[in-house]
Protein backbone atom coordinates (compact mmCIF):
# COMPACT_ATOMS: atom_id res chain seq x y z
CA UNK A 1 0.00 0.00 0.00
CA UNK A 2 2.83 2.47 0.44
CA UNK A 3 4.60 2.04 -2.90
CA UNK A 4 0.98 2.84 -3.88
CA UNK A 5 0.61 5.97 -2.05
CA UNK A 6 4.17 6.71 -3.15
CA UNK A 7 3.45 6.24 -6.56
CA UNK A 8 -0.19 8.80 -6.78
CA UNK A 9 1.86 11.07 -4.84
CA UNK A 10 4.39 11.46 -6.89
CA UNK A 11 2.06 11.01 -9.95
CA UNK A 12 -0.17 14.16 -8.72
CA UNK A 13 3.20 15.91 -7.71
CA UNK A 14 4.39 16.34 -11.47
CA UNK A 15 1.41 16.21 -12.81
CA UNK A 16 -0.02 19.65 -10.86
CA UNK A 17 -1.44 20.98 -8.28
CA UNK A 18 -4.42 19.96 -5.80
CA UNK A 19 -6.25 22.66 -7.77
CA UNK A 20 -6.56 21.27 -11.04
CA UNK A 21 -9.43 20.37 -12.62
CA UNK A 22 -8.35 17.72 -14.81
CA UNK A 23 -8.56 14.38 -13.30
CA UNK A 24 -6.90 11.41 -15.94
CA UNK A 25 -7.98 7.82 -15.13
CA UNK A 26 -6.22 4.78 -15.92
CA UNK A 27 -7.30 1.00 -15.67
CA UNK A 28 -4.70 -1.29 -16.14
CA UNK A 29 -6.61 -4.76 -17.32
CA UNK A 30 -5.26 -7.97 -15.32
CA UNK A 31 -5.74 -10.05 -18.18
CA UNK A 32 -6.53 -13.47 -17.40
CA UNK A 33 -4.80 -16.11 -15.39
CA UNK A 34 -4.30 -19.69 -16.21
CA UNK A 35 -1.88 -21.93 -14.39
CA UNK A 36 -3.18 -25.43 -15.77
CA UNK A 37 -1.69 -28.05 -15.43
CA UNK A 38 -1.34 -26.77 -12.42
CA UNK A 39 -4.82 -25.64 -10.16
CA UNK A 40 -6.41 -22.73 -10.18
CA UNK A 41 -7.33 -21.78 -6.99
CA UNK A 42 -9.55 -18.53 -5.38
CA UNK A 43 -6.47 -16.14 -6.42
CA UNK A 44 -6.57 -17.02 -9.74
CA UNK A 45 -10.48 -16.95 -9.91
CA UNK A 46 -10.51 -13.34 -8.14
CA UNK A 47 -8.32 -12.17 -11.19
CA UNK A 48 -10.56 -13.44 -13.61
CA UNK A 49 -13.67 -12.16 -11.91
CA UNK A 50 -12.10 -8.62 -11.50
CA UNK A 51 -11.02 -8.86 -15.15
CA UNK A 52 -14.52 -9.78 -16.41
CA UNK A 53 -16.36 -7.23 -14.14
CA UNK A 54 -14.13 -4.31 -15.24
CA UNK A 55 -14.81 -5.24 -19.18
CA UNK A 56 -18.55 -5.43 -18.21
CA UNK A 57 -18.25 -2.22 -16.48
CA UNK A 58 -16.52 -0.33 -19.21
CA UNK A 59 -17.78 -1.91 -22.52
CA UNK A 60 -21.10 -3.01 -21.81
CA UNK A 61 -22.31 -1.00 -18.40
CA UNK A 62 -20.77 2.45 -19.21
CA UNK A 63 -22.00 2.20 -23.29
CA UNK A 64 -25.41 1.50 -21.66
CA UNK A 65 -25.61 4.16 -18.97
CA UNK A 66 -24.40 6.90 -21.75
CA UNK A 67 -26.74 5.87 -23.97
CA UNK A 68 -29.61 6.11 -21.52
CA UNK A 69 -28.57 9.36 -20.37
CA UNK A 70 -28.93 10.97 -24.10
CA UNK A 71 -32.46 9.45 -24.02
CA UNK A 72 -33.82 11.06 -20.73
CA UNK A 73 -32.01 14.37 -22.40
CA UNK A 74 -33.93 14.17 -25.83
CA UNK A 75 -30.61 13.60 -27.50
CA UNK A 76 -31.58 11.81 -30.77
CA UNK A 77 -29.58 8.32 -30.62
CA UNK A 78 -28.08 7.03 -34.23
CA UNK A 79 -30.14 3.48 -34.25
CA UNK A 80 -26.52 1.93 -35.16
CA UNK A 81 -25.59 3.08 -31.76
CA UNK A 82 -25.34 -0.35 -29.96
CA UNK A 83 -26.02 -1.80 -26.59
CA UNK A 84 -21.92 -2.43 -26.05
CA UNK A 85 -18.55 -0.21 -27.14
CA UNK A 86 -17.67 -1.68 -30.68
CA UNK A 87 -19.01 -4.81 -29.24
CA UNK A 88 -21.51 -7.33 -30.96
CA UNK A 89 -24.53 -8.45 -28.90
CA UNK A 90 -23.38 -11.56 -28.65
CA UNK A 91 -20.31 -10.58 -27.30
CA UNK A 92 -22.52 -8.23 -24.43
CA UNK A 93 -24.77 -10.40 -23.72
CA UNK A 94 -22.48 -13.42 -22.79
CA UNK A 95 -20.72 -10.58 -20.69
CA UNK A 96 -23.77 -10.02 -18.78
CA UNK A 97 -24.45 -13.70 -18.28
CA UNK A 98 -21.02 -13.99 -16.82
CA UNK A 99 -21.00 -10.94 -14.43
CA UNK A 100 -24.19 -12.83 -13.47
CA UNK A 101 -23.21 -16.21 -13.15
CA UNK A 102 -19.87 -14.46 -11.04
CA UNK A 103 -21.07 -12.11 -8.17
CA UNK A 104 -24.92 -11.11 -8.59
CA UNK A 105 -26.85 -14.05 -9.36
CA UNK A 106 -28.41 -15.33 -6.27
CA UNK A 107 -27.22 -19.35 -6.38
CA UNK A 108 -23.66 -17.83 -8.25
CA UNK A 109 -20.12 -18.84 -7.46
CA UNK A 110 -19.39 -15.98 -5.42
CA UNK A 111 -22.41 -15.77 -3.19
CA UNK A 112 -22.36 -19.69 -2.86
CA UNK A 113 -19.06 -19.94 -2.10
CA UNK A 114 -19.76 -16.91 0.89
CA UNK A 115 -22.68 -18.81 1.80
CA UNK A 116 -20.94 -22.04 2.22
CA UNK A 117 -17.43 -20.56 3.87
CA UNK A 118 -19.72 -20.26 6.78
CA UNK A 119 -21.40 -23.01 7.32
CA UNK A 120 -20.54 -25.19 9.73
CA UNK A 121 -19.42 -28.97 8.70
CA UNK A 122 -18.91 -27.86 5.28
CA UNK A 123 -17.02 -29.32 2.67
CA UNK A 124 -15.66 -28.23 -0.61
CA UNK A 125 -17.09 -31.18 -2.35
CA UNK A 126 -20.83 -30.16 -1.29
CA UNK A 127 -19.55 -26.30 -2.35
CA UNK A 128 -19.02 -27.70 -5.81
CA UNK A 129 -21.80 -29.77 -5.53
CA UNK A 130 -24.31 -27.35 -5.01
CA UNK A 131 -22.63 -25.04 -7.13
CA UNK A 132 -22.46 -26.99 -10.40
CA UNK A 133 -26.27 -28.06 -9.28
CA UNK A 134 -27.65 -24.68 -9.03
CA UNK A 135 -26.43 -23.77 -12.54
CA UNK A 136 -27.22 -27.45 -14.22
CA UNK A 137 -28.42 -24.75 -17.18
CA UNK A 138 -26.00 -22.54 -17.55
CA UNK A 139 -23.13 -23.53 -20.56
CA UNK A 140 -20.84 -21.46 -18.98
CA UNK A 141 -20.32 -23.62 -16.11
CA UNK A 142 -19.81 -27.12 -16.03
CA UNK A 143 -18.23 -30.14 -14.24
CA UNK A 144 -14.17 -30.48 -14.30
CA UNK A 145 -12.40 -32.55 -16.66
CA UNK A 146 -11.13 -34.90 -13.58
CA UNK A 147 -11.25 -34.86 -10.01
CA UNK A 148 -14.44 -34.28 -7.69
CA UNK A 149 -12.93 -30.43 -6.74
CA UNK A 150 -12.90 -28.89 -10.18
CA UNK A 151 -15.03 -26.98 -12.00
CA UNK A 152 -14.83 -25.48 -15.92
CA UNK A 153 -15.77 -21.95 -16.35
CA UNK A 154 -15.87 -20.47 -19.76
CA UNK A 155 -14.55 -16.99 -19.50
CA UNK A 156 -14.42 -15.01 -22.86
CA UNK A 157 -10.85 -15.45 -23.84
CA UNK A 158 -10.82 -19.59 -23.05
CA UNK A 159 -12.68 -22.46 -20.63
CA UNK A 160 -10.40 -22.52 -17.57
CA UNK A 161 -10.20 -25.15 -14.97
CA UNK A 162 -10.61 -23.84 -11.10
CA UNK A 163 -9.82 -26.05 -8.02
CA UNK A 164 -12.13 -25.24 -5.05
CA UNK A 165 -10.53 -27.80 -2.63
CA UNK A 166 -9.03 -24.86 -0.37
CA UNK A 167 -11.47 -22.18 -1.47
CA UNK A 168 -13.32 -21.81 2.07
CA UNK A 169 -10.44 -21.85 4.07
CA UNK A 170 -8.90 -19.42 1.87
CA UNK A 171 -11.86 -17.12 2.25
CA UNK A 172 -12.08 -17.67 6.13
CA UNK A 173 -8.84 -15.66 6.50
CA UNK A 174 -10.11 -12.03 7.18
CA UNK A 175 -8.47 -9.31 4.89
CA UNK A 176 -5.72 -7.20 6.03
CA UNK A 177 -7.37 -4.09 8.04
CA UNK A 178 -5.62 -1.73 5.50
CA UNK A 179 -7.91 -3.56 2.71
CA UNK A 180 -10.71 -2.76 4.35
CA UNK A 181 -10.50 0.79 5.34
CA UNK A 182 -9.31 1.53 1.77
CA UNK A 183 -12.13 -0.17 -0.03
CA UNK A 184 -14.84 0.38 2.52
CA UNK A 185 -15.81 -2.48 4.51
CA UNK A 186 -17.22 -0.87 7.58
CA UNK A 187 -17.05 -2.46 11.21
CA UNK A 188 -21.00 -3.14 10.56
CA UNK A 189 -19.83 -5.89 7.30
CA UNK A 190 -20.97 -9.30 8.25
CA UNK A 191 -17.95 -10.74 6.67
CA UNK A 192 -14.52 -9.43 6.23
CA UNK A 193 -13.08 -12.64 3.93
CA UNK A 194 -11.70 -12.07 0.51
CA UNK A 195 -15.20 -13.26 -1.40
CA UNK A 196 -17.19 -10.70 0.49
CA UNK A 197 -14.70 -8.17 -0.71
CA UNK A 198 -15.02 -8.52 -4.34
CA UNK A 199 -18.96 -9.33 -4.11
CA UNK A 200 -19.11 -5.59 -2.32
Known amino acids: RAIVEWIFHEINNRLGSR ?14 EN ?18 VLMH ?12 MLVEEGVPVPATMGDG ?15 DLLVQREGGICRLVEEYTHKPKTSPETL ?3 L ?14 AGWSRFVLNHHGEP ?5 SDWMQTNRIDLDPAYIELFGLNAAT ?3 SAVAFLTK
Open 19 to 32: EAVAIINVVDFLGF
Open 35 to 52: ATPKNNGLEAFATNMAHE
Open 57 to 68: ALHVKAPRDRRA
Open 85 to 99: DSNTPESDALSDALV
Open 128 to 130: LEV
Open 132 to 145: LDRNRDDPLLSAGP
Open 160 to 164: ITYDV
Open 190 to 192: KSK
